[in-house]
């Protein structure tokens, strides 16, 4: 069974951090690219950052650029993202996701999904 599952979300203020995790079990993990991202109410599913099957490629939406970091430790299978100097519009549920093919912006490239977790930020 194919699981990717997601943790850390939660509320902070604006100018805070968070740190998400995301588990992956059931394919193999370093043979998959992998991606952030995030939807908030009444909006389309956007891209977030992007990360290679080796962790040495990674890519990020503009408007996270300097303050969201994608990583990844292939021995335990999870995948991060670092948010610092958060803000309002980051509000959203955040969806880790994992693809077959080149690190993509698209979603549609992305096979496996995890259930989200919402990230909250508000003073």
């Known amino acids: 069974q194919v699981q990717l599952v997601e943790s850390g979300g939660g509320l902070v203020q604006p100018g805070g951090s968070l740190t998400l995790s995301c588990a992956a079990s059931g394919f193999i993990f370093s043979n998959y690219h992998m991606g952030w991202f995030r939807q908030a109410p009444g909006k389309e599913r956007e891209f977030v950052a992007g990360i290679n099957w080796s962790g040495h490629i990674t890519y990020y939406a503009d408007s996270v650029k300097g303050r969201f970091t994608i990583s990844r430790d292939n021995a335990k299978n999870t995948v991060y993202l670092q948010m610092n100097s958060l803000k309002p519009e980051d509000t959203a549920v955040y969806y880790c996701?994992?693809?077959?093919?080149?690190?993509?912006?698209?979603?549609?490239?992305?096979?496996?999904w995890g259930q989200g977790t919402q990230v909250t930020v508000s003073s």
């Open positions: 996701a994992g693809g077959v093919l080149v690190p993509s912006r698209t979603y549609n490239d992305y096979q496996y």
